[in-house]
């Protein structure tokens, strides 16, 4: 059967297979069961809090590569929430200095998290790589690629509730990042995956959906491949 004769998924369903992709979610990477479990010492912590900075600094360049490629106002005005959470505003912390400020609960000095010194090559190459498909790909690829967020409430969920048992010489008040990820999350995927359910209204391109959403996994699971590598050895 060719794939015009195949018939789309349902709203539901579509929804359904978006949502299993939860089993490729780097929560389920050994690098992050063991960060979970208490299992890393600080210097592996450390590790990964100063390479997803790098993620998280160019979070707002693929958001704002979105914007350049979207003709739909009304999307545009949504989704520029999204820079301003990050990139904050005037007398209002936004996330990535909220991520400076979990690394300095961490023990890493400002000046050194954010020259990104210690971002490894796999990790550079990950990240750029989702900068990049943001650019280069129709705008509503790229909002589909977002959709990692549908699984990331339950990791800060987790990361609030371990980290104050399993690494107390981490400072408190760093863990705010995830705290208000909670809420923003929530928010972000409403708004994606509307968006996502609206334009991928075809058979092939709901597996065209699903595809990309599996690119955007690999692309978390790689970042944590070269960290785990680095920082345990294998």
Same mark, same amino acid.
Request: charged letters at 30%; aromatic letters at 10%.
């Given at each position: 059967?060719?794939?015009?004769?195949?018939d #789309?998924?349902?709203?539901?369903?579509?929804?359904?297979?978006?949502?299993?992709?939860?089993r490729g979610?780097?929560v389920h990477h050994?690098?992050h069961?063991?960060?979970?479990?208490g299992?890393?010492t600080p210097?592996?912590i450390?590790?990964? %809090? !100063?390479?997803?900075?790098?993620?998280? !600094?160019?979070?707002?360049?693929?958001?704002g590569a979105? @914007?350049s490629n979207c003709p739909d106002?009304e999307?545009r005005? #949504?989704w520029?929430?999204?820079?301003i959470?990050?990139d904050?505003?005037a007398g209002?912390e936004?996330g990535i200095?909220?991520?400076?400020?979990l690394?300095? !609960?961490c023990?890493?000095?400002r000046?050194? @998290?954010? /020259?990104f $010194?210690?971002v490894?090559?796999?990790v550079r190459?990950?990240?750029? !790589?989702y900068?990049?498909?943001? $650019? =280069?790909?129709?705008?509503q690829?790229?909002v589909? /690629? /977002?959709l990692t967020?549908?699984? #990331?409430p339950q #990791?800060? $969920?987790?990361r609030?509730a371990n980290w104050p048992v399993?690494?107390?010489?981490?400072?408190p008040?760093?863990?705010q990042?995830?705290?208000?990820r909670l /809420?923003q999350a929530?928010r972000d995927?409403?708004h994606g995956l509307?968006?996502?359910l609206?334009?991928?209204?075809?058979r092939?391109?709901?597996e065209r959906?699903?595809?990309?959403l599996q690119?955007?996994?690999? %692309? *978390?699971?790689s *970042? *944590?491949d070269a960290?785990?590598?680095?920082?345990?050895g =294998?």
């Amino acid at each position: 059967m060719s794939d015009a004769e195949r018939d #789309a998924w349902s709203r539901d369903e579509f929804e359904r297979q978006l949502r299993a992709k939860e089993r490729g979610y780097h929560v389920h990477h050994p690098f992050h069961i063991l960060m979970n479990e208490g299992k890393l010492t600080p210097d592996q912590i450390r590790g990964w %809090v !100063a390479n997803r900075f790098y993620y998280q !600094a160019n979070i707002p360049l693929k958001d704002g590569a979105i @914007l350049s490629n979207c003709p739909d106002r009304e999307v545009r005005r #949504a989704w520029i929430q999204r820079i301003i959470d990050q990139d904050g505003t005037a007398g209002e912390e936004g996330g990535i200095e909220a991520w400076i400020r979990l690394g300095e !609960a961490c023990g890493i000095d400002r000046a050194e @998290l954010v /020259s990104f $010194r210690r971002v490894l090559p796999g990790v550079r190459f990950a990240v750029d !790589a989702y900068v990049n498909f943001a $650019r =280069t790909r129709p705008w509503q690829e790229a909002v589909c /690629s /977002s959709l990692t967020e549908l699984f #990331a409430p339950q #990791a800060h $969920r987790d990361r609030l509730a371990n980290w104050p048992v399993h690494y107390k010489w981490i400072k408190p008040e760093g863990l705010q990042y995830f705290q208000m990820r909670l /809420s923003q999350a929530r928010r972000d995927v409403e708004h994606g995956l509307e968006i996502t359910l609206k334009h991928f209204t075809t058979r092939a391109l709901q597996e065209r959906a699903l595809e990309i959403l599996q690119f955007k996994l690999d %692309v *978390l699971w790689s *970042l *944590l491949d070269a960290v785990h590598r680095e920082y345990c050895g =294998t």
